[in-house]
């Protein structure tokens, strides 16, 4: 769709967004001036840099404090499972089989390059949004069916598959297939896919401009919630109430960002962990957050008698994470939204809805080429 787009946006919109308070509800001069300026320093230190994921020649990408804009072929990227994955020269068609990829290609501007899709796209607003060529292209099936044949037949230069994938993986390159498998469950992990995939597609300023931004808009999210109390926070799995995100999963990032405490963060040794309605009640959460794609609602959570007493249903405090967009409980780029709006439910006298609607505003227009309407907040 764009191969520099993010650029241009960039200059349109500026990288630093004001969060205490006022600034962030207007599009003023001085807030462009300074997200320009953000965008062109140098990328901030974080943990992803310090694990290499790409070699070029005898350095590795991101080893070095600023990022190179070309990249020089072949190279080298080590990815979550650590394969070592040779690409050999720029990949012109990409095969997606996991919709948190799916959803970063396109904020890379790379949705042009896609010639295969996860299985059901069109159910994803985000492509419709940004870029509906997408819901006409092949799907490759889900990484519980997996179309090994039909991925082959589209002939890809580059599949990104998520790591529960990695059984798949050998019949792919036995049938002349590159793979890729990224498993961002933190936020850590999701800046070392942008690493990976910003590398071996050769679009790594577009990506250090997407770090940028996020890392910028966390900073002062995090900002503007020092010294706030620490409200406890229960966040329950998308099937069923007594499903629970432990501190493994990408949601717990979601809740510390949002300067909250997760009452689940004794749960090591999973996942996504099933918990009972005592459980629940002994941790005796101030707030109940359903999973962006609960398939029950929040009246059916108030009215549930299981969790009479438990203190979010005495005061009503049971909200459900967007969606409209994308879900902004799974790793998406936008998924630090998420935490902005946690946050203007925990801490409202902090971050504020207005708040969080200008970010989710700002940052789709910068990065998907839209504006979010009023129902899509």
């Known amino acids: 769709m764009r191969k520099n787009t993010i650029k241009s946006l960039l200059l349109a919109f500026g990288m630093t967004l004001t969060l205490s308070m006022s600034a962030c509800q207007t599009s003023s001069d001085a807030a462009k001036d300074d997200r320009l300026a953000s965008s062109s320093e140098e990328v901030a230190a974080d943990p992803a840099k310090e694990a290499s994921v790409a070699e070029t020649g005898e350095k590795a990408a991101g080893e070095d404090d600023t990022a190179t804009d070309e990249v020089t072929y072949p190279v080298t990227i080590t990815d979550h499972l650590g394969r070592s994955v040779t690409i050999e020269s720029q990949p012109e068609s990409l095969v997606s089989g996991y919709y948190i990829?799916?959803?970063?290609?396109?904020?890379?501007?790379?949705?042009?390059?896609?010639?295969?899709?996860?299985?059901?796209?069109?159910?994803?607003?985000?492509?419709?949004?940004?870029?509906?060529?997408?819901?006409?292209?092949?799907?490759?099936?889900?990484?519980?069916?997996?179309?090994?044949?039909?991925?082959?037949?589209?002939?890809?230069?580059?599949?990104?598959?998520?790591?529960?994938?990695?059984?798949?993986?050998?019949?792919?390159?036995?049938?002349?297939?590159?793979?890729?498998?990224?498993?961002?469950?933190?936020?850590?992990?999701?800046?070392?896919?942008?690493?990976?995939?910003?590398?071996?597609?050769?679009?790594?300023?577009?990506?250090?401009?997407?770090?940028?931004?996020?890392?910028?808009?966390?900073?002062?999210?995090?900002?503007?919630?020092?010294?706030?109390?620490?409200?406890?926070?229960?966040?329950?799995?998308?099937?069923?109430?007594?499903?629970?995100?432990?501190p493994a999963m990408y949601q717990n990032t979601l809740i510390e960002n949002a300067d909250a405490a997760n009452v689940a963060s004794e749960l090591t040794d999973t996942y996504w962990a099933s918990v009972s309605y005592e459980q629940i009640l002994s941790w005796n959460p101030e707030y109940i957050i359903l999973a962006a794609d609960a398939e029950y609602t929040i009246d059916s959570v108030l009215a549930d008698p299981g969790l009479a007493g438990c203190t979010a249903i005495t005061e009503k405090n049971v909200y459900q994470l967007p969606n409209t967009i994308e879900s902004l409980d799974s790793p998406v780029p936008g998924s630090f939204l998420g935490s902005f709006y946690l946050a203007s439910i925990l801490h409202p006298d902090l971050v504020t809805p207005e708040d969080y609607q200008a970010q989710v505003k700002a940052f789709y227009e910068t990065f998907y080429s839209f504006t979010p309407g009023e129902n899509e907040k």
Do not use: H, W
Request: glycine content about 6%.
């Open 101 to 246: 990829t799916s959803s970063l290609l396109i904020s890379l501007g790379l949705d042009d390059q896609m010639v295969g899709v996860e299985a059901k796209a069109d159910t994803r607003n985000i492509y419709s949004l940004s870029a509906p060529e997408i819901l006409t292209l092949p799907n490759v099936g889900t990484a519980k069916e997996f179309d090994l044949e039909g991925c082959a037949a589209l002939d890809p230069d580059l599949v990104i598959l998520p790591a529960k994938l990695k059984d798949t993986i050998p019949a792919l390159e036995e049938l002349g297939m590159t793979v890729l498998a990224v498993n961002p469950e933190n936020q850590n992990l999701l800046f070392e896919t942008i690493d990976m995939i910003d590398t071996a597609a050769n679009v790594v300023s577009d990506g250090e401009a997407l770090k940028n931004y996020i890392t910028d808009s966390l900073t002062q999210l995090d900002t503007s919630l020092t010294d706030s109390e620490l409200p406890s926070v229960y966040l329950a799995g998308n099937s069923s109430i007594l499903e629970t995100a432990g």
